[in-house]
């Protein structure tokens, strides 16, 4: 077994189980080659691969296709402005009198929009961008 679960014998058994049952089908190589492809993935695409999302993957921080800036609002590029300064998202909302949760939301409708998974990238892409 990989991993323990929470160190819960119940919750081991059935883990070390369901892995069993998935190794049948593919193979020990195949399943191992998919385990550890699984695990070098982030939340969200591992969640989008599990919603079956069609999506692919930020390999890079480089700019996003050019049609991809326009997408973001105004608000979302003021964000975006302000993360590349290195603001926290307290920062950033008393910067622009809006909600710590509403600098949240922006900052994950970036992240989405541009394909990106890190407040870095974002940086990374305004000092290109603009």
Known sequence: MRNPRFGFYAFNQLYAECETRARRSPGDSAFDAAYEQGAQLTIRRAVGEALGEKTKPSTTVSAPAASAEPSLTRRERE???????????KGIAEQLVISPRTVECHVEHILVKLGFNTRTQIATWVRQEF
Do not use: H, R
Request: net charge positive; hydrophobic share 55%.
């Open 79 to 89: 964000t975006a402005m302000l993360v590349a300064k290195g603001m926290s998202n």
